[in-house]
DNA sequence: AAGTGGTCTAGACCACATT
DNA sequence: ATGTGGTCTAGACCACTTG
């Protein structure tokens, strides 16, 4: 039984509040918020019931349910009906849905396929360094891939990560699902992303790798992912070819 | 006092419900949704209080609040601590958050300038039909414009309205907000919107409107934009220069 | 049957805006 | 001072899943 006294604080302040008051179903989901981002629980795995988190925090039930409401809703946890809350897992299902937003014309949404040219671990460029906020002289490790969601090549795709999070990953093959990699292996959740979009012409070694024509029009997109608490830990410049695939974007 | 019974129903079903169980609060929202879709509440104006709609309906203050919480989540209607619920407006603000997404590169979101090329009334083609769920014959109002940021016209857009929502529009200076004219004039809400984003080849008559190069890259945007009822009510497609800006897409 | 999340209620109190 | 939405609580009951 933790000694937590709702009365003021016990948490961090979070970004961006107005400060002067903070809700105590705020600083639940900050303490909930500071487990899952410390592993307390295993991706996947189930966490304490509401009346179990509520009588050790020290709070009502119904306390607990709004921070873990906002948690559900913000996907990083999941929660159902007669079974319990779950840690959110990037399986393919949620990539699909929150991460992969490249969709054939007509048909489904598909997981692509990837196919790794290269891996390396470099000095971060000024841009790595800016995205990542690395200090000078920090590695990154970089991967190339090729990306298809049928027989063509669709996709190539450059990744920047910093070393010192993802130390050894470029002793071991890659995966096709990265985010299930970062979480299992070194701890770091991907909670979103933020990504820029222009239209660009292909490089000849861009082409080239697309089997496509230097000049053509393809689609710039760079991602940057955050970690559970807010800090960038990927940079992925990807280079698409939409002539049968387009990028969905829903406006809500 | 309107003799509502909570107990079964009361409303129309939803598209996509389990069917099996409804909760309250999900009645209460539809009949409140049903409320702002016949404009019985002038946009940005107030809606009774939480106390006084729970009192009519016949539930608890609680079971309307978790309803208008959810109008709140999906932008339709704006709640302010200490003054009220209101209508959600399409002022600069919320569409500079909600439906554009085109910012430049280093600066601020701004809203675009807008200078109307051709406005005409015409059979809508297949792409249109489709899009807008019309049938064989039906007439849309076509509006070609140009947008800029800056000095330089960045965008050239096609819009197509169904001409039996919005008769008569034609006939008058169109603004540069379309959205708030919509609600204003036709009792047409823009709820939410779906866009579809390709890199393509400028043609040369597009590339002329833009003072670019024909065949240069541009970012292709086709938007669905649906009413409060779920509609489509208007296709929109644009073509953006995208050196000095990018679309920004946040994936939570 | 037991345990979990989901709904609904009623009431007290707090924060905020307006009069 | 009054009225609004926002928080917090406690308890009853419902729906769903699992043993």
Redesign the interface.
Known sequence: MTMFKPEIDGGVAEAGEPLGFRPLYRQVKAILLRRLSDGVWAPGGPLPSEGQLAAEIGVSQGTVRKALDELAA??LVVRRQGRGTFVAEHDERRILF??F?LVPDDGEPRFPESTVLEVTVQHADAEERAALELADGAQVVRILRLRALGPRPLIVETLSLPHTLFAGIETAPVPNNLYSLYARRYGVTIA??????????LSPADAERLGAAAG?????I??IALSLDGSPVELRISL?L?EEV???????
Chains 1, 2 share one sequence.
């Open positions: 913000e996907n929150q991460f937003k979103h992303a933020r990504e820029r979009l222009k239209a660009v012409a053509q029009p393809a689609l710039r760079d991602r698409c939409t387009h990028y969905l974007s829903e406006l809500r």
